[in-house]
């Protein structure tokens, strides 16, 4: 999807072009350096890698055998909605986490650690849903080591469990069943694992290879056996981290915080962070200020499998965002700012979205169709007025369609909806609410204010007439 935005060709053109080449790739799929340099040739493109790209692959060291210690196991809790997601997350958290080491307060920072009754570490990722494990996923991130699939022992295997399994099989992540609300009266763990043998997922006490665990969230029966469960699924994985070297992370989240400034969450997943290390994460870097673990407390340095809150950025990076330690201060910069030079290049080339200015270069090269609008307006009777006009600008080549106009304050749901129909946003008389303001920037969704119909009607006549002065 990147690589055709950038090169202005349909993404099916590079899927089919894959094809020809014998990949077969999705939309999402990251490509290697080679296959980006050999499908923009088929387009008349010349790739050049910037030293970013070229530096990642130095600093890839190999760890020595001998480095490598034993590491916790990093999971996801996956599955569909009220099965009982967030109500397992939270008996594992409160249930292994006593009330003094806690100070009986627990922090939501996106993961946290627990260690089971006979010593072993296990990490969560706090964010139930396989919503923010694609979202990482699709931006390449690979943290999670085992998925547990929560059903409800009440219910079927319902659609979202389907997208959890299908998620977890994709990233070729093992899963553990978790059969959930088993203390119920009407609970029918059986007629799980037989929905599931109907999908070729055969359990282990049906002679499969798949663990599963009936389990309750509620009164934490079977929750131990579970742990267990997914312990000796890391014990076959042999998952190793050495804990001697320069720290790399995942991001989590990340977010502003008034008094302490850029606060992200990071899992830990090679090497050992301390305080006072230089961390780069997207385009943000800085020194390591201070570390807090899920529980608020200061700590002084993480190592592999751990998460850990950090202050010092000097921005957020998104989730997925891959968080690296630099010996000094000046590499991290210069990866940072060649980083934002690539992403402010990228954003010229590529608006995701359409604006009038984008118009006239997408007629010129011929991929230019129709202008989606979204009106909103003061009083319908303008919205009306200037909904016909627009219409009318309709011609052969581009047509003029309105998604949506009503009256009031531009919101989110207007953004929203411009961003999925690709449609710019003329707000009559009205702006946009603070959200929908943001939304709109983090979307780059062109929003036009106008006051006098005329003036509307004029501008998206000449845009669509490819006659627009651009505005910089
Ligand atoms: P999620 O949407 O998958 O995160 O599901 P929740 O954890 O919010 O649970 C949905 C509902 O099921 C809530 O009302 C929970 O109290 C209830 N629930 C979750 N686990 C159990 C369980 O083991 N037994 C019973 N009886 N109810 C449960």
């Known amino acids: 999807n990147d690589l055709a935005s950038l090169l202005d060709i349909s993404v099916n053109e590079i899927i089919s072009t894959c094809m020809s080449l014998g990949m077969f790739v999705s939309i999402n799929q990251r490509l290697d350096a080679e296959a980006i340099t050999i499908i923009a040739d088929e387009f008349g493109y010349e790739v050049e890698f910037t030293k970013d790209a070229e530096e990642e692959v130095e600093t890839e060291v190999e760890d020595s055998e001998e480095d490598l210690s034993e590491r916790a196991p990093i999971v996801t809790i996956m599955g569909h909605v009220d099965h009982g997601k967030t109500s397992l997350l939270d008996y594992i958290r409160t249930s292994k986490v006593t009330a003094d080491e806690a100070g009986g307060i627990t922090q939501h920072i996106g993961a946290y650690d627990v260690t089971t009754k006979d010593g072993h570490k296990i990490a969560f990722l706090d964010t139930p849903g396989h919503e923010a494990f694609t979202a990482m ?89 579970l742990l267990e469960k997914v ?115 990228q954003s010229i080339r590529t608006k995701k979205h359409i604006t009038l200015d984008e118009i006239g270069r997408r007629l010129a090269i011929g991929s230019f169709k129709e202008l989606n609008i979204i009106i909103k307006g003061d009083v319908d009777g303008s919205v009306e007025a200037l909904s016909d006009s627009l219409l009318k600008l309709s011609k052969d080549e581009v047509g003029v369609s309105i998604v949506h106009k009503g009256v009031g304050q531009i919101s989110e749901s207007d953004v929203l909806l411009a961003s999925a129909s690709d449609a710019i946003i003329i707000g009559f008389q009205v702006r946009p609410s603070a959200n929908a303001k943001r939304l709109a920037e983090q979307e780059e969704i062109e929003i036009r204010h106008y006051s006098i119909i005329y003036d509307a009607i004029n501008q998206i006549k000449d845009a669509i007439e490819g006659m627009l002065e651009p505005e910089f």
């Open 137 to 225: 996923r699709a931006r390449g991130a690979k943290i999670t080591d085992v998925a547990i699939i929560v059903i409800a022992a009440d219910d079927s295997i319902m659609p979202q469990t389907k997208e959890a399994i299908n998620h977890a099989q994709v990233a070729g992540v093992p899963m553990i069943f978790a059969i959930n609300k088993v203390d119920k009266p009407n609970a029918n763990p059986d007629k799980i694992k037989e929905e599931l043998a109907n999908m070729n997922l055969l359990v282990e006490d049906w002679g499969g290879k798949y663990q599963s665990q009936d389990i309750s969230a509620k009164t934490g029966q079977g929750v131990d056996d």
């Open 231 to 345: 312990l000796l699924e890391a014990e076959i994985l042999e998952l190793k981290a050495n804990p001697d070297r320069n720290a790399q992370g995942t991001v989590i989240e990340a977010s502003l915080d008034k008094g302490r400034g850029y606060v992200a969450t990071l899992m830990i997943q090679t090497g050992t962070l301390r305080v006072g290390d230089v961390m780069l994460a997207g385009q943000h870097y800085g020194r390591v200020k201070a570390m807090f673990d899920h529980l608020g407390k200061k700590v002084k340095e993480a190592g592999p499998a751990t998460p850990v809150q950090v202050l010092g950025l000097s921005g957020a990076p998104q989730a997925g965002d891959i968080i690296k330690v630099y010996d000094t201060e000046r590499e991290a910069r210069e990866i940072a700012n060649s980083r934002e030079q690539i992403q402010r290049e």
